[in-house]
């Protein structure tokens, strides 16, 4: 019956959010039985999941993005999109903004574009989380009582699609998913975590014994998916409406602790209390689902014992495999890196950068990606990145629309990064991706950020003393405490790299934001050799702008002595005209005569002046360029699988 109305569904499909968990579960039923199935994804965080899924049948798509959703489109030429995409429903997931913008503005973005193309059916996931306290049971026209930032974006975008359903007759409608499981569920989910112990002869950490969840398998919800597609092509009147999708069943956490005991066969006793839920959680979780059983001809068929049983051996078969399993080396849990490198000029070196980071990785045996960035370099970079990605699909490019610098460049590599932690290098190979594995040992010991300390610089003597000059007059002036001979160089944690992004300023000199915010720091020392290819393009008058971007963006100090000297000199001035008047009553002859004296107070003033104008001009220009708002980087296109995807 299923297989029918697979079949039955006008195509092209599309499966936005073919990387998570519903998503990709979605696409692999429909592909089973057609070709004409496309999964999108926007992030490569969970590509683990798409392991086996020819990359033809792939796209990458920002669903914030007009110009994206209608490039897919235009490549596709899809009729039927289930959208999976969602945002917040972890407890990680707590960016109030993301989730919003994700959750119902990139969801009327996506409905305004796809209504106006011919699309036949678009079903969107829902949430329980919906009704908010209001949880026990209610049917679909119940009152509505949103308790979370997550549970209001997704009433939101329902009423959105009531909307669009019910008033503009566009042919969507919403499934109100309950806890759904099953593979390729994230592994620190409760039913993975479960599988995952229970073949261990163990048992988890639970919440309270008396929590009640409606636990539906994710066959039963790809077959919702499914029969509303196929409704919404028959029957006009489900359009705009919503429906609940669960197994009606309520299971307690004690109950779910002894089904495992009985499956498994393990003797040890359940651990409840001792596991955090999400602050929004209520104790009673179950669904009416007698309208998805009445207009969608759906309703749950694998009961929990049977879903939990083929959730084990699908976990056991696959855990090998993932890379979402986390194993454990020296006592540590082996982490994630993605490394950005912003290259300009640097076509020769990008090779090379990537061989010995491939080394690094490897020999630290840990998952990771590699971003190049391409800050609109006149060379070939380009398409040598474009060729490493063609090899290796832990290559991502990133191609900016003119060269922005590269501080704009590891800022728009780190929004995309999806690891545990960025590390930042230049493309010239002065930055040895060797030095990770120090870096990887600090992070370990619970540094989030570990930076590289230049004890030497391999170039003329000259130019090292500059820099170490600055260094000093740099920490001196500055309000915080930056490390001296610090570059860009560097280990940065998630969580840091959260907070770095969150900077809105757009004139970014990352080595003092990376100071400003804070969190367990270390350095180690290493010496910098020179460029292994071509000649540097940075020179005196690009060297100054550095010293001038750091103190101007770091420290009030210039003003604060601008201010002292106007004191100063305020006070010696009327000093000296009390002196004058004096002298002048005393013995006019004793008055200095000429214009000398005169000519050098003037020029003295006039210099200070002048200088003084230009520290305000520094500072009013940084205050210019911030009020406009304008982008930090443009990204042309991405690089990703060895295509190119234009942003």
Not at 94 to 122: D, P, R
Not at 157 to 171: D, L
Not at 471 to 492: C, H, M, R, T, W
């Amino acid at each position: 019956m299923l297989e029918e109305k697979i079949k039955k569904l006008k195509g092209p499909i599309l499966v936005i959010g073919a990387s998570g968990f519903v998503g990709v579960n979605l696409f692999r039923e429909l592909f089973k039985y057609r070709q004409d199935v496309y999964g999108a994804y926007f992030s490569s965080k969970f590509s683990w999941r798409l392991e086996g899924i020819p990359q033809a049948r792939l796209v990458h798509l920002d669903i914030k993005s007009k110009t994206n959703i209608l490039k897919v489109l235009e490549e596709t030429q899809v009729k039927t999109v289930f959208d999976c995409s969602s945002y917040g429903a972890y407890s990680f997931e707590q960016e109030s903004e993301s989730i919003h913008q994700t959750n119902y503005n990139a969801l009327v973005k996506c409905l305004e574009v796809f209504e106006n193309c011919g699309v036949s059916a678009f079903v969107r996931a829902g949430s329980s989380s919906e009704y908010g306290t209001n949880s026990n049971g209610p049917a679909e026209s119940d009152e509505q009582t949103p308790n979370s930032h997550y549970a209001v974006s997704k009433v939101a975008a329902n009423a959105a699609v009531t909307y669009f359903g019910k008033v503009r007759n566009f042919p969507v409608a919403t499934l109100r998913l309950y806890s759904v499981y099953g593979p390729y569920e994230d592994s620190s989910r409760l039913i993975p975590n479960l599988c995952k112990k229970a073949l261990l002869g163990e048992l988890p950490s639970f919440t309270s014994p008396e929590v009640k969840r409606d636990f539906i398998h994710v066959d039963d919800v790809v077959s919702a998916f499914v029969c509303a597609g196929y409704q919404l092509q028959e029957n006009e009147s489900i359009r705009g409406e919503a429906f609940n999708i669960g197994s009606e069943q309520q299971t307690s956490l004690k109950e779910l602790a002894l089904l495992t005991k009985q499956l498994f066969a393990i003797d040890s006793e359940p651990d409840f209390g001792s596991y955090p839920g999400r602050e929004w959680d209520l104790d009673r979780w179950v669904s009416n689902s007698q309208k998805a059983k009445k207009m969608l001809d759906w309703s749950a068929s694998k009961t929990l014992k049977v879903g939990i049983k083929e959730t084990a051996i699908w976990w056991d078969g696959f855990k090998e495999r993932s890379p979402a399993e986390m194993t454990k080396k020296n006592g540590h849990r082996s982490r994630s890196i993605t490394a950005i490198i912003a290259c300009y000029k640097d076509e020769p070196a990008i090779p090379h950068m990537y061989k010995r980071l491939v080394e690094t990785f490897t020999e630290l045996n840990i998952d990771y990606e590699i971003i190049f960035v391409n800050d609109c370099s006149p060379d070939n970079s380009r398409e040598t990145i474009l060729s490493l990605s063609q090899k290796d699909s832990k290559v991502i490019g990133i191609n900016h629309s003119r060269n922005f610098g590269s501080q704009a460049a590891f800022r728009s590599g780190m929004a995309v990064a999806s690891k545990d932690a960025c590390v930042l290098l230049d493309g010239d190979l002065q930055d040895p991706p060797e030095l990770i594995k120090e870096f990887y040992v600090k992070w370990l010991e619970g540094n989030d950020v570990v930076y590289g300390i230049r004890t030497k610089r391999e170039m003329p003597a000259g130019t090292e003393f500059f820099y170490k000059s600055f260094y000093k007059v740099f920490s001196y002036l500055s309000e915080i405490n930056i490390p001296q001979n610090a570059g860009d160089f560097s280990l940065i944690d998630k969580k840091v790299v959260k907070w770095i992004l969150s900077c809105g300023e757009s004139d970014v000199f990352l080595r003092g934001l990376r100071a400003y915010v804070g969190f367990k720091q270390a350095g180690v020392e290493y010496i910098r050799p020179e460029r292994m290819f071509g000649v540097s393009t940075n020179n005196w008058v690009r060297n100054i702008g550095w010293a001038k971007r750091g103190i101007f963006s770091f420290s009030k100090m210039p003003l604060h002595l601008l201010t002292a000297f106007g004191g100063i000199t305020l006070l010696l001035s009327i000093l000296f005209s009390f002196t004058t008047v004096a002298i002048r009553l005393i013995d006019p002859e004793l008055v200095p005569k000429g214009l000398t004296s005169i000519s050098l107070l003037i020029m003295l003033f006039g210099a200070a002046t002048i200088l003084g104008l230009g520290i305000l001009g520094e500072y009013i220009g940084k205050i210019l360029d911030e009020v406009k708002g304008r982008p930090e980087y443009i990204r042309a296109s991405m690089i990703k699988d060895g295509k190119e995807i234009n942003e």
